[in-house]
């Protein structure tokens, strides 16, 4: 398998390329439409052709560029089936793998950051989206979120994989890259160690964090797989001006 870890700065979003080497095809993982020209010069420059894009949730943060990708390359949009999404061509479910050669994700549903969140497990790496971060969790305070559902995703579904699982997370703010089941089951801040319920929900009621700047206009944009909105105000251009200067947009 062909593996490459991308990083799109303004959202501090990864994004993750897949690439099966026998038969040329490859998936993307949470693709940000800011960085969608890097990413196809990157299939380009390994000789891969896009089939899938694969999204973790309904972003608050970025705009996905599933639907400009598909109009670029053809590519089919897959996404969680509980977000009953009427653009998207795959509705991931648990249980039902999603298979491109040799490459099989193994949806696993982890809501608590949103209701119809799910991580994807492929041969000892999980990408968590924004259910489990390195040292953290995504909050759970808007979008559906729920405390003890993200408690619940987390500790039985995630912790419950092999120690050696590494994780790749939906994002990482302080220039952190991977880390592993292990880990974040011993030491993560929020949710490791001998942390309780109680303390987990007292956590994250403390928190306190703004409310996502761009949430207004990434959440409508995102339920239409990938939609820039034409009244952005120009201080929050960066987030769409990829596709506002690609032939495709």
């Known amino acids: 398998m062909i593996f490459r870890q991308l990083f799109e700065p303004l959202s501090s979003t990864y994004t993750y390329l897949l690439g099966d080497a026998t038969s040329g095809q490859a998936l993307l993982i949470d693709p940000v439409i800011a960085t969608m020209e890097r990413d196809l010069g990157v299939l380009h420059e390994l000789g891969l052709t896009l089939a899938y894009t694969v999204d973790t949730h309904i972003h608050a943060d970025h705009i996905t560029a599933a639907r400009e990708l598909k109009r670029a390359v053809g590519s089919r949009i897959a ?5 009953r999404l009427p653009c998207a061509d795959v509705g991931i479910e ?5 298979q491109l050669g040799g490459i099989v994700l193994q949806p696993l549903h ?17 990408f968590t989206g924004d259910a489990l971060l390195i040292d953290g969790c995504g909050r759970t305070d808007f979008q559906n979120g729920d405390t003890d559902a993200m408690w619940r995703s987390v500790r039985d579904k995630l912790f419950v994989l092999p120690g050696e699982t590494q994780v790749y997370p939906g994002h990482d703010y302080r220039n952190r890259q991977v880390s592993t089941i292990e880990q974040e089951r011993q030491s ?3 949710l ?4 309780t319920l109680e303390q987990f929900r007292r956590i994250m009621a403390e928190l306190k964090l703004p409310y996502p700047r ?9 339920r239409q797989c990938g939609v820039c909105p034409p009244n952005l105000p120009q201080e929050l251009e960066a987030y769409c001006r990829q596709v506002a200067e690609s032939p495709q947009g």
């Open 94 to 98: 648990e249980g039902v793998p999603l």
């Open 214 to 222: 761009f949430i207004e206009y990434a959440v409508p944009g995102n």
């Open 188 to 190: 993560n801040q929020r």
């Open 110 to 126: 982890t809501p608590g950051h949103t209701d119809g969140h799910f991580a994807y497990l492929h041969e000892g790496r999980v």
């Open 79 to 83: 996404a969680p089936a509980y977000d």
């Open 192 to 195: 490791g160690g001998t942390r």
